[in-house]
């Protein structure tokens, strides 16, 4: 089977200020004129009615004085109506709680603004005089890929999609992942492997008590206060983004070599319930985390062709991987099966339990079979003991 994989990398080029700021001013002056292209319904509903001579009119006016290449006109427009459109669908469901406001300073370049030949990409900023050129082969880190799927550009950098064709391989390898607050516990190859991700959590925690400082700045000097939330929000945002990277690219080198496809619980599926406050916080955190991780992981296998499955973990850690009995909370992260004894700790029942029923071994709630099972003793006694 063929798939398209996409990577993104942000490279760190010196941006065209101006344009960003020019084009963040396009994009407001665009959205007023849009807005004003709203009609209500007697039924409140919303509808924009945006013909193109209106389009037309607008793009001339926005064009009277840009200086930049034309097509950034074009593309603000796009992005505005697509903006607009989108506020439209909320409304009319009654879940748009503000008007659509233009807040990012970012600069989404169209495929005609810019050519890319050998290696080196040439972004036109002023029509036949002023270009962004980056040779992408300065970054090594960027992989072979087939095209461009598009490029944006913010005051951090340039932010560069990659596009390629691969082949998804026939698994007859499945490794399963269970994220959890302090560890992400996996099956890989036969083996448990439990990866240490406490300092992620420690990451949460410190910028937590920082926010929880500033919320208390925000009653005298809101301006900053908000400035700082923003500021520490992006650092705790990036720094657990680096320790993901690092973690997920270990996981799938070692995939790679074993050419073996990943099982993940289907988030959705599982049930939020009712907790106190800290415990709510920490079942965010691992939600947060398991997102990540699992996002991360899998564009990094789909990019080398190896296939992610998920599945819902519903009852992953209180089903019995050998009779499939249920088990029963037995002393600190062990559990115990209440038909044949089995103590095992809860993690190592998950992925156990995700790696079966994701690659058919176990059809869930089944029996599971006999051979299957006798492999899985030895690894779940020798983990225990
Ligand atoms: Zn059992």
């Known amino acids: 089977m063929k798939e398209e994989a996409i990577k993104a990398y942000k490279i760190p080029v010196e941006v065209p200020r101006d344009l960003i700021e020019a084009y963040f001013e396009v994009k407001k002056r665009a959205l007023r004129e849009i807005l004003s292209h709203v009609t209500r319904s007697r039924t409140e509903k919303a509808h924009l009615n945006f013909k193109a001579e209106d ?93 461009i799927g598009g490029l944006i550009l913010s005051e951090e950098g340039l932010l560069i999609t990659v596009k390629r064709e691969v082949r998804v391989e026939k698994s007859r390898q499945w490794a399963s992942f269970d994220v959890n607050l302090t560890n992400i516990t996996s099956l890989i190859n036969g083996k448990i492997v439990k990866y240490d991700i406490r300092q992620l959590y420690h990451i949460h925690r ?30 705790e945002k990036n720094r657990a983004r680096d320790f993901m990277h690092k973690l997920t690219a270990g996981i799938v080198e070692k995939l790679n070599e074993i050419k073996s496809g990943a099982i993940f619980e289907n988030l959705k599926d599982i049930k939020g319930r009712i907790l106190n406050k800290s415990r709510d916080l920490n079942r965010k955190l691992s939600k947060w985390n398991a997102r990540m991780f699992q996002f991360m992981l899998e564009y990094k296998l789909k990019w080398l062709g190896l296939p992610v499955k998920y599945i819902n973990p519903k009852n992953s850690s209180k089903t019995c991987p050998l009779c499939s009995g249920r088990m029963a909370a037995y002393k600190d992260r062990l559990m115990r099966c209440e038909k044949c004894g089995l103590i095992s700790d ?11 029923w994701g690659s058919g071994v176990t059809p869930k709630g089944d029996e599971p079979k006999g051979d299957v099972s006798q492999g899985l003793h030895g690894l779940i006694y020798a983990y225990v003991s």
């Open 55 to 147: 389009r037309r009119r607008l793009r001339s006016i926005l064009l009277s004085d840009w200086k930049f290449s034309k097509h950034y006109i074009d593309s603000a427009i796009n992005s505005v109506i697509g903006l607009v459109k989108g506020w439209i669908k909320l409304h009319n469901r009654g879940k748009a709680k503000f008007m659509p406001k233009i807040t990012k300073k970012t600069v989404y370049i169209k495929n005609t603004l810019f050519s890319y030949k050998n290696g080196n990409l040439k972004i036109s900023i002023e029509p036949n005089k002023r270009y962004l050129e980056v040779n992408l082969r300065d970054y090594d880190w960027i992989p072979d890929f087939d095209r």
């Open 206 to 235: 410190v910028y937590e008590k920082k926010r929880m400082r500033i919320q208390k700045l925000s009653k005298h000097k809101p301006k900053t206060a908000k400035k700082m939330m923003q500021k520490y929000s992006k650092r």
């Open 346 to 356: 809860r993690d190592v029942v998950a992925v156990l339990n995700i790696q079966m």
